[in-house]
């Protein structure tokens, strides 16, 4: 029997030489030793630079700090969870009668990390060009059809809705230190989830730039925690 899914393969324009790769990368820790997590860390870092070279090539003008904040949203776990959605990852899943019962399917961590190892399965089969038309087919429109201020959203916001989608209290500030002359201040501020126990500082020119530092800081910390096995997880 073919164990390659054409309809996926048609969808990703990539049609696989070794059709094993994509069944490793379409197979879960639960399923047995021949597992994704492998080509997830590969594609992980295929997808970031496949993508960093789209948002070099399409935002000329921008500096350093535009294209890591487009970035981060582009590749960050409920984006992709949305691109394997499109892409019918859930039903070509492989998982365990046990991860199966429990949902793990629709699970947005395992969908993400699936279309990475995906990705890096593409990589290995057709290298980093084929990789890189099929990130381009994925996510070249919504880029070429953005500008720079759509992403701009602040970083205490963005922390305060990730919290409340997850029911958890809103954080608090403070400011820790003020240092400087008082036409040339720089401020330390603290950010702080009492319910998780975690907390970050950031400094700036003025209040709110440090809140915008420290918030920036901790939900890169929690969403880098919030997978399998991360420290946040009971």
């Given amino acids: 029997m073919d164990s390659r899914p054409p309809s996926l393969e048609h969808a990703l324009g990539h049609r696989f030489d070794e059709p094993r790769l994509l069944a490793r990368a379409l197979t879960h820790r639960s399923a047995g030793p021949e597992h994704n997590e492998r080509l997830e860390f590969l594609g992980d870092a295929v997808l970031s630079l496949a993508v960093s070279a789209m948002l070099f090539e ?30 019918g990852l ?41 990789a890189r038309q099929v990130v381009q087919r994925l996510l070249g429109e919504r880029i070429d059809g953005t500008e720079v201020q759509s992403w701009s959203k602040d970083a205490k916001t963005e922390l305060q809705e990730w919290l409340q989608a997850r029911r958890i209290a809103v954080p608090a500030y403070r400011i820790v230190a003020t240092r400087g002359q008082a036409h040339a201040q720089t401020f330390e501020v603290e950010c702080e989830v009492a319910t998780l126990g975690l907390s970050e500082r950031g400094e700036g020119r003025s209040r709110r730039a440090a809140e915008q530092e420290a918030a920036r800081r901790l939900l890169d910390r929690l969403e880098a925690s919030d997978r399998p096995g991360g420290p946040l997880r009971a």
């Fill in 58 to 87: 399409r935002f000329a003008g921008s500096d350093e700090g535009d294209l890591t904040r487009i970035r981060a949203h582009l590749v960050r776990e409920d984006s992709l969870h949305r691109l394997a959605l499109q892409l």
């Fill in 90 to 130: 859930p039903e070509r899943l492989r998982l365990s009668e046990g991860e199966l019962r429990g949902g793990g399917a629709q699970r947005p961590s395992i969908l993400a990390d699936a279309l990475e190892a995906v990705i890096g399965a593409v990589f290995l089969d057709g290298g980093y060009e084929a």
